[in-house]
């Protein structure tokens, strides 16, 4: 589905996607938390799923497991209802991967990072437009 974000909003979540891309968890977070909380429609469930998956990669990281899956299951779960493309994102990989690295975890308590498939959260055109 095409959807758009308000203009005032679509820089931050941006940077809040390549914060991601580029591992900055934490970073991520915060960003996506703004855009989040000025965003009032009811499809602002995917920034929170994205915020919690990354969030999730965040403790996951720092071997906190029990934290990670927490939080990589309830973002999973607000993801996977915009799939398979919302706001220019491709979800369906993001969600393989991310779903992947939740089964690793089940199965290896604290698995090295070589070990996981942290996605990308692609988009589905050169120039995004969210």
């Excluded at 919690?52 to 990669?57: A, F, L, T």
């Excluded at 965040?58 to 607000?78: D, E, I, M, T």
Aim: net charge negative; glycine share 4%; proline share 6%.
């Amino acid at each position: 589905m095409t959807a758009t974000l308000p203009s005032n909003l679509q820089d931050d979540f941006l940077k809040g996607i390549h914060e991601f891309n580029a591992r900055e968890f934490f970073e991520c977070h915060e960003t996506l938390e703004h855009v989040w909380q000025e965003y009032r429609q009811d499809d602002r469930e995917l920034i929170q799923g994205i915020i919690q998956i990354s969030v999730g990669y965040y403790h996951l990281l720092r071997k906190n497991s029990v934290g990670a899956l927490k939080l990589l299951k309830r973002g999973l779960w607000r993801v996977e209802k915009f799939a398979p493309i919302y706001f220019d994102l491709d979800l369906s990989p993001f969600i393989a991967n991310v779903s992947e690295d939740v089964r690793t975890t089940e199965l290896i308590e604290h698995p090295p990072a070589s070990e996981l498939r942290i996605p990308r959260i692609g988009f589905i055109s050169p120039s995004p437009h969210c």
